[in-house]
């Protein structure tokens, strides 16, 4: 029989070939900063092409702590290193006035070993640690101008935060950047180095060890023209293949006038840009999240031959408008006039409902874009989306089952009940206009982000996990206007949880809004606080009556089972326990003669005056309670008891 390894055997084996696949990864620029490849310039004003060095734009770098600026042995060290200090600015900069000549498909994994003197001590040591946003690595499919000087357009593109960020000695820090299958089409023209761009590290002294380049193992994340078909564990979710002339498929373009439709025949969507900002939005759809997070859009398009100009495109969450955030870039598409298929594998970046698109065709005027389709798949089992908390206005009246549990009621003068606002005036003790009086809290916002929060407090949600939160608003002082409400559990914050409320009309009637919260949004059974923007407006002024929070049934308890109450009769051997737990949940009564019940029996019960026997346990009532009797003997034996579930 084959005897499956043990964790340990199976990690060091993991651990073995992770260190064989980085000695084995092919390196295909690696710059040691030691003056035997790119020299170094120590002011781009006096840069010259075809010195090929690695330059300090507009002289913001200076000497480091020991007087040293370029290339110098390493402070304690015997490597030879980039070495220089801030000159009190913001944004230090190394740039390449050479072209490294890199495929941007081949860009893999980046290392940037570097370490910084940010406790500004005149020393490396193990108090100078590097945060990710410290240092910035940028790359261009252009060079600088003017040597090292010149800004265009293409040759400051940021490669992002690094992934990890490995800690080494003596201040030493190895910045990586993962392996993302390439940074597109074209050539890396580029590179540039910000050495220190914390604010609080604006004069501190840095050496750079080495930059290295891997070759691209990972599936690139932008293909064009992939040559292998898109895997059977994807299922195509959503297309626009214009196949019906004069069908545009509901797209249209975007609002900024800068692209025009000119027509849908032959199986392609045809526009012509009109400016440097041409859209083409999609209509409104639903493809939903996936479990395995794994997303491939395709786009076919027959290019202009006139169009060297870089595409993008955007997408939208949830019923969101699209954002920069949520977009890719796609450059260097052949100007063939030849059909040409772009592939974005997007793994791990949508991660809610898909429900838009816009593509930007070009960005120069006078381009002839011309779309054969667009096709979305995904990966895996789709996921149900949460449906939003119900938000009523002015509701019907409460099932009987629901319970109140928590309650504000603004009853006494000057006494907030300890809720607090934020850009609100709360007058305390009242001014008469703000504060508590007349049975209620009075407000006045005073910025366009104001909240009213409650006090905390922990309310357990009963067995349907169903709250109900409501804000009454007395008549006259109603915010007229569309609020959000948000809530915090047991586990976190406001942060998310939230919801868009009804607006609330000032017509002289008092008003009430209701939230429905089930265990999808209060997903941890505890709701702890909340907080009412009731509107986004300033200066306006409203009150609020009272504040409810309601379970569907009884809270359950976060200790259940837990024994409330135990009565021994040494005479008899009688016993009385009473326990809360579940309501309507069978819990049986074990003993033991030590606390780890190590050999536990289970106890047989003769009655219960709570709760109703089942099965050789007991079950709760609606509110979670039982009482049981049992004998336990007359022994002198210490025994302990519990109740399981």
Not at 421 to 434: E, H, K, L, R, S
């Amino acid at each position: 029989m084959k005897k499956n390894p043990s964790l340990t055997s199976q990690l060091a084996a993991l651990s073995l070939l992770a260190g064989m696949s980085l000695l084995n990864a092919q390196t295909i620029y690696n710059e040691e900063f030691d003056g035997l490849g790119n020299g170094y310039n120590s002011d781009s004003a006096t840069a010259v092409a075809g010195d090929d060095d690695w330059v300090d734009f507009n002289n913001r770098i200076t000497t480091d702590f020991s007087g040293n600026e370029g290339y110098f042995t390493a402070v304690g060290g015997t490597e030879t290193v980039l070495t220089g200090a801030s000159n009190a600015q913001n944004d230090p900069q190394v740039r390449s006035d050479f072209s490294p000549g890199l495929n941007q498909a081949d860009i893999g994994r980046v290392e940037l070993r570097i370490r910084i003197d940010t406790d500004l001590d005149l020393d490396y040591d193990a108090d100078d640690s590097i945060a990710a946003e410290f240092v910035e690595l940028s790359w261009g499919f252009a060079g600088y101008v003017s040597p090292g000087a010149g800004n265009i357009g293409g040759n400051n593109t940021v490669f992002g935060l690094p992934d990890t960020i490995e800690v080494q000695s003596d201040g030493w820090h190895l910045l990586i950047w993962d392996d993302n299958g390439g940074l597109g089409f074209g050539t890396v023209n580029s590179l540039r180095i910000d050495p220190t761009t914390g604010a609080g590290i604006n004069t501190a002294s840095f050496e750079i060890d080495y930059l290295r380049i891997e070759q691209a193992t990972a599936t690139p994340e932008v293909e064009l023209d992939p040559t292998t078909p898109i895997g059977a564990e994807f299922t195509l979710r959503q297309e626009w293949n214009w196949n019906t002339d004069g069908d545009q498929e509901g797209w249209t373009p975007g609002g900024n006038g800068h692209f025009t439709v000119t027509g849908v025949a032959g199986g392609l969507l045809t526009g012509e840009s009109s400016d440097n900002d041409a859209q083409l939005n999609s209509p409104a759809f639903e493809a939903l999240d996936v479990e395995t997070g794994r997303f491939i859009i395709e786009i076919g398009i027959v290019s202009d031959v006139n169009d060297t100009s870089s595409k993008r495109l955007f997408w939208g969450l949830d019923g969101d408008g699209v954002t920069a955030d949520q977009s890719r870039v796609i450059s260097n598409v052949p100007n063939d006039g030849l059909s040409h298929v772009i592939r974005l594998n997007l793994n791990d970046v949508i991660n809610d409902r898909l429900t838009s698109l816009r593509y930007d065709p070009s960005s120069t005027s006078g381009i002839t874009s011309n779309l054969d389709y667009i096709r979305i798949y995904s990966e895996g089992p789709e996921i149900t989306p949460i449906p939003d908390p119900l938000a009523e206005l002015d509701p019907a009246t409460l099932s009987p089952t629901f319970q109140l549990q928590e309650e504000w009621t603004f009853e006494n003068v000057d006494d907030a009940e300890g809720w607090t606002g934020i850009q609100v005036a709360i007058a305390n003790p009242n001014d008469g206009f703000t504060g508590v009086f007349n049975g209620s809290l009075f407000v006045d916002t005073t910025g366009t982000d104001s909240r009213v929060v409650s006090p905390g407090f922990a309310t357990n949600a009963s067995a349907s996990g169903v709250f109900v939160v409501e804000i009454d608003y007395p008549a006259d002082f109603t915010p007229d206007d569309n609020g959000q409400f948000f809530w915090s559990n047991g586990t976190g914050g406001f942060g998310g949880n939230l919801v868009n409320t009804p607006n609330v009309p000032n017509e002289g009637a008092p008003h009430t809004v209701r939230i429905t919260l089930t265990s999808d949004h209060v997903t941890d059974g505890v709701l702890t606080g909340l907080r009412f923007d009731s509107t986004n407006g300033e200066s306006v002024y409203y009150g609020v009556e009272a504040v409810r929070v309601y379970t569907d049934g009884p809270p359950v308890s976060t200790e259940a089972p837990r024994i409330t109450s135990f009565n021994y009769d040494p005479s008899t051997g009688n016993s009385e326990a009473s326990l809360v737990g579940t309501p309507s949940t069978v819990y049986s009564f074990v003993s033991a003669t030590d606390l780890d019940f190590t050999g536990s029996s289970t106890i047989a019960l003769t009655g219960a005056t709570v709760g109703t026997l089942s099965g050789g346990g007991v079950q709760t009532d609606g509110g979670g309670n039982a009482t049981v009797q049992f004998n336990l003997g007359t022994t002198a034996t210490k025994t302990f008891v519990r109740a399981e579930d």
